[in-house]
């Protein structure tokens, strides 16, 4: 099995948060995969997938890409530790997905945004800046100005979260499923290239940050990234 | 059963996105209550309770407050039909329940909280102005004065669950499940005292609210409110 994954200037630092799900997702299935570091301008590398973003995995032949088909295949593949523990499950990660997606990624994309920017393989960074500055509708500089207030507005944004893990060491629960690995995405991404300091350690998001740190061996944990005071 | 049911003026008007959850639930599980309309004023009425908000529900004796409990509650006397379809799907649904809280009721009280005032119980204004003005920490005027703003607001935090509605029928999947009522709550609540209009007819929460009102032998469209405008 291969797998396409973004990597900053050094070919062991991968900070995509939709590959860091793929990747928690595999380890979650008991599944191995090579992974290809592969930058934003490669797009010719993947041009075989039929679209130009990573995660892109290859499977027997098969080609998945796009993070929710790759965590559904691989359900199909290995049905034994469920990413969804059914369909009514699997529509509530959808709706969590999208909230992740377009809540979270946002603060924590303007609390480290210029130390991303600077971790960058040099032939991206011309793609990243004018790529971001357009959705962003200004510059990078600009959108990264008050890291303090995004970090304030993500810890006051986690309250649905954060009011599960008071009771369960899960998102999903008393195990881990897709939705944990969609939440730590964009930590993981945020861990790979940023020193900043996004969760308190008396917040039980930092808690539970902690033990996806620690699963499947500490895959993440040893993943090239700064380390997370306590 | 015996369910303590916030009501207007009108005995008929009921109107808490609590007891709606609950109501729906009850006939999701095919089961019958006695709904007594309560105000907020009447706490002696629920003092047995223990404590001073519905919906209380009473079932062979047996007491049940907090409409997560009641869920809970009837979920282990009538394990079919389930709204919640696991363990995992009920974390999710827990997640979901705070985000509507916290995200979504806002919104919707701001558009309509003069129109839900005037419906009041007489006995119940000087409370209902008191508390909330307290909690919003300024004038109930001040907090409704730009319904536009609401509903733009109300219709962008929407997405999440607009993007799983594009796909299947219901938040929970092919079939509603407590998720559904938890989000249906505060457009019944809007519903019961405001002519206010809170989305739009090409939007897929507005059909999703269509099935919502048709369910369990159209329980919620026959309730005292007003018409929902396609």
Redesign the interface.
């Known amino acids: 099995m291969q797998l396409w994954d973004l990597a900053a200037a050094e070919d062991d630092r991968r900070f995509s948060p939709y590959c860091w799900r793929v990747k928690m997702a595999l380890a979650h299935k008991g599944l191995q995969a090579q992974t290809i570091p592969w930058r934003f301008t490669d797009t010719d590398k993947i041009a075989f997938s039929g679209q130009g973003l990573v995660p892109v995995l290859v499977d027997e032949g098969r080609e998945v890409h796009d993070s929710w088909a790759i965590a559904e295949y691989l359900e199909a593949k290995v049905p034994a530790r469920p990413l ?13 997905k ?2 992740v997606e ?2 979270l990624h946002l603060p924590i994309m303007r609390a480290m945004v210029m130390d991303l920017f600077n971790a960058l393989h040099e032939k991206d960074k011309a793609y990243f800046r004018e790529s971001r500055e357009k959705r962003f509708g200004m510059s990078l500089e600009q959108f990264g100005a008050d890291p303090k207030k995004a970090l304030a507005d993500l810890r006051t944004l986690l ?3 954060r ?2 893990l008071v ?2 060491p ?6 881990p ?1 897709f ?1 944990d690995y969609i939440l730590f995405g964009p930590f993981q991404w945020a861990r790979a290239v940023s020193p900043q300091r996004l969760l308190e350690p008396d917040d039980q998001v930092f808690a539970w940050r902690e033990r996806m740190l620690d699963l499947h061996g500490g895959l993440a944990r040893k993943a090239k990234g700064y380390p997370v005071w306590a």
């Open positions: 969804f523990e059914g369909a009514q499950a699997k529509a509530l990660a959808f709706v969590f999208t909230w377009t809540t309250l649905p979260v009011k599960q009771q369960e899960f998102v999903s629960g008393k195990q499923g939705a």
